[in-house]
Nanobody, 125 residues
């Protein structure tokens, strides 16, 4: 079973940057889709970005395109979310997730099998 541990959250002013990390253990990520989701008390969990581990193909929510970059480090079994030009509406709890079954990148949280504990990102205006 894959375990996921996020790090890198924090508080930043609007326009700033943060990098989130998600370290995976307990197995190889070959064939997995890895995603970053976020959630607030007002909104359901939504996908932010995802990457197919084997091919490196990525997908982004429209709201973060051009500002966020998802990447992976095969040697470290880690994915990253580089967040730039942050906005107050990016404030949320961010979660790393792993989908072990899908051949394509799915947007729905229910298709992901493993989740990290979450890391909080706060963007002040």
């Amino acid at each position: 079973q894959v375990q996921l541990v996020e790090s890198g959250g924090g508080s930043v002013q609007a326009g700033g940057s943060l990098r989130l990390s998600c370290a995976a253990s307990g197995g190889t990520l070959t064939g997995y889709v890895m995603g970053w989701f976020r959630q607030t008390p007002e909104k359901p969990r939504e996908i932010v970005a995802a990457v197919r581990w084997s091919s490196g193909v990525t997908s982004y929510a429209d709201s973060v395109k051009g500002r966020f970059i998802i990447s992976r480090d095969n040697a470290k079994n880690t994915i990253y979310l580089q967040m730039s030009s942050l906005k107050p509406e990016d404030t949320a709890d961010y979660y790393c997730a792993a989908d072990r079954r899908s051949a394509i990148i799915n947007q729905m949280a229910g298709t992901y099998d493993y989740w990290g504990q979450g890391t909080q990102v706060t963007v002040s205006s």
